[in-house]
């Protein structure tokens, strides 16, 4: 069976409704509410029917982000940095004093960019030929970041889209300062 954007807008509200699993990814994003205030400073962006960015979006609690995404069935969620300042908030707030504190270091593998060394498959189309490539790529990167870097917290997601994985790699503002050689404020 392929797939049909075109049942999207009629399955979405069906999937924010009762299948989204609310629980388990804003206890996630939010690093379990530690500190508290921690949620309301992270900038979502959705991408909506029509491709319609909506950024700066943020939210002070589960229940918030809940009834946000039932009334608006974003086709695409986005994940941003935690600001000084509350996101939905940035234009009351003088733009120097409006920050980004901290973002988790993301690594988007996607399969197109292998189509010069695979010769079954091309854009988008994978087989079990192509796959190990990027399997190979995720383990290259894992190691590096565990081994080299001392990351301890990652996690890999199959996307689905443009066959891409993304490896998020968490909780590690010390690493992510000594990796990156930044001067990240204290929070």
């Known amino acids: ?18 299948l989204f699993p609310y629980g388990p990814y804003f206890k996630w994003i939010s690093y379990g509410l530690v500190p508290k205030s921690y949620i309301a ?12 960015y909506v950024r700066y979006q943020s939210f002070s609690d589960q229940q918030e982000f809940e009834k946000e995404l039932q009334k ?6 986005d994940i941003g940095a935690v600001f000084t300042h ?11 004093a409006f920050q980004a504190l901290e973002k988790e270091l993301v690594f988007d593998i996607d399969m197109t960019d292998y189509d010069d060394v695979r010769g079954c498959c091309s854009g988008a189309d994978i087989c079990g030929k192509c ?8 383990r290259i990167l ?12 990652l996690l890999w997601v199959y996307s689905g889209r443009r066959v891409s994985i993304a490896g998020f790699v968490t ?17």
């Open 72 to 77: 608006s069935c974003p086709y695409k969620i």
């Open 142 to 153: 894992d190691r590096a970041l565990r081994d080299d870097f001392g990351f301890d917290h």
């Open 1 to 18: 069976m392929d797939y049909d954007p075109g049942i999207l807008p009629d399955q979405l509200p069906i999937y924010y409704k009762r």
């Open 171 to 187: 909780r590690g503002r010390e690493n992510c300062r000594r990796m990156l050689g930044l001067q990240l404020p204290n929070t």
């Open 131 to 138: 796959w190990p490539l990027m399997c190979i790529a995720v």
């Open 41 to 52: 400073h992270r900038e979502f962006s959705f991408t909506l029917k029509d491709d319609i």
């Open 86 to 96: 509350k996101p939905r908030d940035h234009k009351t707030v003088k733009a120097a």
